[in-house]
């Protein structure tokens, strides 16, 4: 059964409003080019023919992992 504690509702509120604002960012980030090197690694695998194009981005997406496993690491200390 959920409770209606006012604190529980508070920290709730305060990681939807990060998330939103960590959204944010990573749009702004996006739409200036910043993540032009994503998919580009060394690691990742582009295979490029007339008809048919493959990406296969192996390091980028450890990178996404590790700093998302950071993050939330983060978000479980400061919160959990």
């Not at 209606?4 to 508070?10: A, C, E, R, S, T």
């Not at 749009?27 to 490029?48: N, Q, Y």
């Not at 390091?59 to 400061?78: P, V």
């Amino acid at each position: 059964m959920w409770h209606n504690d006012p604190m529980n509702n508070h920290q709730i509120g305060l990681i939807i409003i990060l998330i939103g604002l960590l959204f944010i960012l990573g749009g702004a980030l996006v739409w200036t080019g910043a993540f032009s090197w994503f998919g580009r690694l060394p690691g990742d695998i582009r295979i490029e023919g007339e008809n048919v194009r493959i990406y296969i981005p192996f390091t980028s997406m450890i990178l996404l992992s590790l700093a998302l496993s950071l993050l939330l690491g983060i978000i479980n200390r400061l919160f959990g």
